[in-house]
Nanobody, 120 residues
Framework: QVQLVESGGGLVQPGGSLRLSCTAS????????MAWYRQAPGKEREFVVR???????NYADSVKGRFTISRDNAKDTAYLQMNNLKPEDTAVYYC??????????????WGKGTLVTVSP
């Protein structure tokens, strides 16, 4: 009933930039907090950044000053601008959203992920 679709991943050289997008679609009353997580090869999924519907944000220390999250509430879309990328940023990036349905219930959803590879 609700889908999260990520886009924008790819291959980039160290120091480069990428912009990820995550759009929620389906039976949505509102999208509350949206977030990005990532999972590097052989590692557990880790938190990257979160933004509330009001625009409050919190970042993992490893990305502060380099990554910026924003959102368009009218489009139920979150963006992740990633600058000064490092090889250690290589991972599959997953979008997470807390979606409020028409009954007022908040349900957590995950996207399928988009691969970001940072390599010379």
């Amino acid at each position: 009933q609700v889908q999260l679709v990520e886009s924008g991943g790819g291959l980039v050289q160290p120091g480069g930039s990428l912009r990820l997008s995550c759009t929620a679609s389906g039976s949505i009353f509102s999208s509350d907090a949206m977030a990005w997580y990532r999972q590097a090869p052989g590692k557990e999924r880790e938190f990257v950044v979160r933004i509330t519907s009001g625009g409050s944000t919190n970042y993992a220390d490893s990305v502060k000053g380099r990554f910026t999250i924003s959102r368009d509430n009218a489009k139920d879309t979150a963006y992740l601008q990633m600058n000064n990328l490092k090889p250690e940023d290589t991972a599959v990036y997953y979008c997470h959203a807390e979606i409020r349905n028409w009954q007022g219930t908040i349900i957590n959803y995950w996207g399928k992920g988009t691969l970001v590879t940072v390599s010379p």
